[in-house]
């Protein structure tokens, strides 16, 4: 087996040890995959924003897998950075055997307030981040045939109020990957999409969603909006580590499917969006959300 050394680590080349890089390593999802194919045996690119810098995040892996984890820094909105680690992957391994794009969050708010660079920052983050990644280690995923997995969400196919833009972002995350899907084949990638329900990670915490004014014509909507949020969050029991798993045992199979959706709640969602008919629906959905957005006859929006 071959080592080199960068800077001061020595990391292993073993040719038969397959590497999977992560982006959004430094919380929630990302972080626990990083975890998991450490511990089933993969060599691990594990990448966020000034990674190098907050070194609390791996201190209990770094020990024990110090020379299969790979720390780097990458904030997916900078194509400077993505091109070092694609340079730094394609100069040390054969290639690169999995990708997942993980980086994400949520900018929730009412359209018509939305501010036009919180706007293009959600786009930046959730999908050219997605697809510039994508892009730049294509040669590298050719090369050992290797998959990619984006993650999308139960709001990557359902439109949900004050959530648009997010929405919009996990939208295009899923019509990029679909037309990747026959784009690559031919070329012996995979592409999968991960289609989450609502997991307890720092993703509520993470989340942008700016106070409305109390004049906004909104504000009750965003108010009502804020106390489901809150109670659901109180109720989310799925644990994120069954959908971690779920990428793993993917991972680790000669043929993906395009979409795996995680949760009782995602899998529920898609159900009725599958198997209802669009009137139906919409029916439903206009029905529940005007439960949940009851507007008040003396808000500034009843005129
Ligand atoms: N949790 C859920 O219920 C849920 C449901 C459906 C889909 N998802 C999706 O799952 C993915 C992971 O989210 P999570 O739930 O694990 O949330 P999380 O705990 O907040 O993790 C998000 C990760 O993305 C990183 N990130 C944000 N902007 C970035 C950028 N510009 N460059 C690089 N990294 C960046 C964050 O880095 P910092 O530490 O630097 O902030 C963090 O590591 C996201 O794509 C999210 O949309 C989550």
């Given at each position: 087996?071959?080592q080199?050394?960068?800077?001061?680590k020595?990391?292993?080349?073993?040719?038969?040890?397959k590497?999977?890089?992560?982006?959004?390593?430094t919380?929630?999802?990302?972080?626990?995959?990083?975890g998991?194919?450490?511990d089933?045996?993969y060599r691990?690119v594990?990448?966020?924003r000034d990674?190098?810098k907050?070194?609390?995040?791996?201190s209990?892996?770094?020990?024990?897998f110090?020379?299969?984890?790979?720390?780097?820094?990458?904030d997916v909105?900078?194509?400077?950075?993505?091109?070092?680690?694609?340079?730094?992957?394609?100069s040390?391994?054969?290639?690169?055997?999995?990708?997942?794009?993980?980086?994400?969050?949520?900018?929730?708010c009412?359209?018509?307030?939305?501010?036009?660079?919180?706007?293009?920052?959600q786009?930046e983050?959730?999908?050219?981040?997605?697809l510039f990644?994508t892009?730049k280690f294509?040669?590298?995923?050719?090369r050992?045939?290797?998959?990619?997995?984006?993650?999308?969400?139960?709001?990557?196919?359902?439109?949900f109020?004050?959530?648009?833009?997010?929405c919009?972002s996990?939208?295009?995350?899923?019509?990029?990957?679909?037309?990747?899907?026959g784009?690559?084949?031919?070329h012996?990638?995979?592409?999968?999409?991960i289609?989450p329900?609502?997991?307890?990670?720092r993703?509520g915490?993470?989340?942008?969603?700016?106070?409305?004014?109390?004049?906004?014509?909104?504000?009750?909507?965003m108010?009502a909006?804020?106390k489901?949020?809150?109670?659901q969050?109180t109720?989310?029991?799925?644990?994120?580590?069954d959908v971690v798993?779920g990428?793993?045992?993917?991972?680790?199979?000669?043929?993906?499917?395009?979409?795996?959706?995680?949760?009782?709640?995602a899998?529920?969602?898609k159900?009725?969006?599958?198997?209802?008919?669009n009137?139906?629906?919409?029916?439903c959905?206009?029905?529940?959300?005007s439960?949940?957005?009851?507007?008040?006859?003396n808000?500034?929006?009843?005129?």
């Amino acid at each position: 087996m071959v080592q080199f050394a960068t800077g001061l680590k020595i990391f292993q080349t073993d040719a038969t040890m397959k590497t999977v890089l992560v982006t959004g390593a430094t919380s929630g999802f990302g972080e626990m995959l990083v975890g998991r194919f450490l511990d089933g045996g993969y060599r691990v690119v594990a990448t966020g924003r000034d990674l190098q810098k907050r070194k609390e995040i791996f201190s209990v892996l770094r020990p024990i897998f110090a020379d299969r984890l790979i720390e780097l820094s990458l904030d997916v909105t900078k194509s400077n950075e993505i091109q070092s680690v694609a340079e730094f992957v394609g100069s040390q391994f054969s290639g690169l055997d999995i990708l997942i794009n993980n980086a994400g969050y949520g900018y929730f708010c009412p359209l018509e307030e939305a501010v036009h660079d919180e706007v293009r920052r959600q786009m930046e983050v959730n999908f050219f981040g997605t697809l510039f990644m994508t892009q730049k280690f294509l040669p590298l995923l050719r090369r050992n045939h290797g998959c990619v997995f984006n993650f999308s969400s139960v709001f990557g196919f359902m439109g949900f109020p004050l959530t648009g833009l997010y929405c919009a972002s996990k939208f295009a995350v899923e019509g990029l990957t679909e037309s990747l899907r026959g784009e690559l084949r031919p070329h012996g990638v995979q592409v999968c999409l991960i289609q989450p329900g609502g997991y307890r990670t720092r993703f509520g915490e993470s989340l942008f969603c700016p106070s409305t004014p109390p004049q906004s014509p909104y504000a009750n909507q965003m108010g009502a909006y804020q106390k489901l949020r809150e109670k659901q969050m109180t109720k989310v029991s799925q644990n994120p580590m069954d959908v971690v798993n779920g990428v793993f045992h993917l991972a680790e199979r000669s043929s993906l499917p395009l979409r795996a959706t995680f949760g009782r709640d995602a899998r529920f969602a898609k159900l009725i969006r599958r198997f209802l008919p669009n009137k139906i629906y919409q029916y439903c959905l206009d029905k529940v959300f005007s439960k949940i957005f009851t507007l008040d006859k003396n808000s500034p929006s009843g005129g």
